[in-house]
């Protein structure tokens, strides 16, 4: 089977015979996991086309192109966004489409879990691994508490899954070992919300990514934090200060803000998937921000006090 996360309709389209809906499809859990990830993996692109503010201004550029065509039947030149998308920055070797990407599969990997997805791709026969390999590494998995993943494993499965997208997680674990299983994302997830994101991208690896991979070894060391909770604490954890390091490193002139900052100046408002779907966004910030809940920021949508 395979899917594609179209940009302009917000639409995932997939390959294959049609199926009776499946409320639980996109469970990590269902038998059927490898289908069940790929359609995980466009869903979270649908996810990032509404968080980063970049891939707005993509899609702002990219529906304005298909309108003029529309309407004047003039094939419009591709724009500076989509050149910025695709622009491998000679410096990192990498583009912002690869940036995105990785991102999407380092999400696909934490959702499905790192130990399930390189059995998956053993048990396909998608990845070679010496069979005393392959033994050794089950074994240390089950004297680990709960059997949980490491670190270690989510490198093993960006490596298996990642390919050529692998890049800019790969470059970050080579600066910070094990700890940029969570700077990363982090990293990634807000350069993508400026005007430049590779360039955002290595200002901040460069400029706050040891620090806030020492912060990551210190929430990791607090005893306080039960085995399990190791990861979602750790996350949330370094959110606010990857957000300050932030603020503190790109120029302000560089941010595009999160998606609904991009959505409300831009063409997007003539696209009816986009007016949906950001009409839904706002109603639902509304009816948050009469609860307790609407005392919390909701930054991944730009919709809190602090964005
Ligand atoms: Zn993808």
């Known amino acids: 089977m395979k899917a594609t996360f179209c940009r302009a309709s917000l639409l995932v389209q997939v390959n294959g015979e049609p199926q009776p809906t499946d409320s639980l499809a996109l469970s990590p859990g269902r038998s059927s996991t490898t289908r069940s990830r790929i359609l995980f993996h466009e869903a979270v692109h649908y996810w990032q086309e509404l968080s980063h503010g970049f891939l707005i201004k993509l899609a702002d550029e990219e529906w304005t192109r298909l309108r003029t065509y529309e309407e004047k039947g003039e094939v419009a030149g591709i724009g500076p966004v989509r050149r910025e998308f695709d622009w491998q920055d000679p410096g990192i070797g990498f583009s912002a489409r690869t940036l995105h990407e990785c991102l999407a599969r380092y999400w696909e990997i934490i959702a499905f879990g790192p130990a399930q997805v390189i059995s998956l791709e053993w048990q396909l026969d998608r990845t070679a691994a010496h069979p005393?390999?392959?033994?050794?590494?089950?074994e240390a998995r089950h004297s680990t508490p709960e059997n949980a993943s490491s670190s270690d494993d989510v490198y093993m499965a960006m490596l298996m899954i990642g390919g050529e997208y692998a890049a800019?997680?790969?470059?970050?674990?080579q600066q910070f070992?094990?700890?940029?299983?969570?700077v990363f994302p982090w990293l990634a997830h807000l350069a993508l919300t400026t005007d430049r994101p590779t360039t955002s991208y290595?200002?901040?690896?460069n400029e706050c990514?040891?620090?806030?991979a020492n912060e990551v070894s210190e929430i990791l060391d607090d005893p306080a934090i039960p085995f399990t909770e190791r990861y979602d604490s750790t996350m949330i954890l370094l959110g606010?200060?990857?957000?300050?390091?932030?603020?503190?490193?790109?120029?302000?002139?560089s941010m595009t803000g999160y998606g609904l900052t991009a959505y409300s100046p831009s063409h997007l408002r003539t696209n009816p998937a986009y007016a949906a779907t950001f009409d839904a966004v706002v109603t639902a910030a509304s009816a948050?921000?009469?609860?307790?809940?609407?005392a919390i920021d909701c930054p991944a949508m730009?919709?809190?006090?602090?964005?």
Do not use: N, V
């Open 240 to 253: 606010p200060r990857a957000h300050l390091a932030f603020l503190r490193t790109l120029p302000h002139d």
């Open 168 to 173: 800019p997680f790969l470059a970050a674990w």
């Open 202 to 205: 290595a200002m901040l690896t």
């Open 288 to 294: 948050l921000a009469t609860t307790r809940a609407g």
């Open 132 to 138: 005393d390999f392959q033994q050794a590494w089950k």
């Open 302 to 307: 730009g919709l809190g006090r602090g964005f």
């Open 209 to 212: 990514g040891h620090e806030l």
């Open 177 to 182: 070992g094990p700890d940029a299983a969570f």
